[in-house]
């Protein structure tokens, strides 16, 4: 255990940048880039939008993992990480990555059925699978926390 309390720090270093790289995204990058495609090229401008909030969207569900995982370094910090309240932040991740998955599967097929050129549909199809993935491997990995929260709780109760 003492091992992951040292990795903590180092750890939160980088979620705090990342959050705040995230949020210059949110704000700043995302729109911008989305105005500027819609005045280079008017025929898809209608698309500067709906683009956006997606993309907005799922920068959001990425600050949620970050923030769940901040929590779950807490916990794991104050060696409570075999607790209920460990799901709630592990559930958090996969409620943020389920929503994610749901709006990209519906970009995917929006743009699979207008789409020219192949690229951009098996790219999102390639996000999709990794994503899907992701979200599997989360819900895989709660079993085991489920699992170790019970015993650690049924242990108590005994002590």
């Known amino acids: 255990m003492l091992e992951a309390q040292?990795?903590?720090v180092p750890l939160r270093v980088f979620l705090v940048l990342l959050f705040g790289v995230l949020v210059v995204f949110?704000?700043?990058?995302?729109?911008g880039q989305f105005?500027?495609?819609?005045?280079?090229?008017?025929?898809?401008?209608?698309?500067?939008?709906?683009?956006t909030v997606v993309t907005v969207f799922w920068v959001?569900?990425?600050?949620?993992?970050?923030?769940?995982t901040w929590k779950l370094l807490?916990?794991?910090?104050?060696d409570r990480i075999f607790t209920d309240a460990s799901l709630v932040w592990v559930n958090a991740i996969v409620w943020a990555i389920a929503a994610a998955w749901v709006v990209l599967v519906?970009?995917?097929l929006y743009v699979g059925f207008n789409?020219?050129?192949?690229?951009?549909?098996?790219?999102?199809?390639?996000?999709?699978?990794?994503?899907?993935?992701?979200?599997?491997?989360?819900?895989?990995m709660r079993a085991p926390l489920q699992q170790a929260t019970t015993l650690r709780t049924d242990?108590?109760?005994v002590v």
Request: with cysteine; glycine share 6%.
């Open 6 to 8: 040292r990795v903590v």
């Open 35 to 51: 105005a500027y495609m819609a005045q280079e090229d008017p025929e898809h401008a209608y698309l500067r939008w709906p683009a």
């Open 74 to 78: 807490t916990l794991v910090k104050n």
């Open 26 to 31: 949110q704000t700043m990058s995302l729109p």
């Open 155 to 157: 242990m108590e109760a």
């Open 106 to 108: 519906g970009v995917l």
């Open 60 to 68: 959001l569900c990425i600050q949620v993992v970050i923030v769940s």
């Open 115 to 140: 789409a020219d050129d192949p690229g951009l549909p098996l790219l999102l199809f390639l996000m999709s699978i990794g994503v899907t993935a992701l979200g599997l491997l989360m819900v895989v």
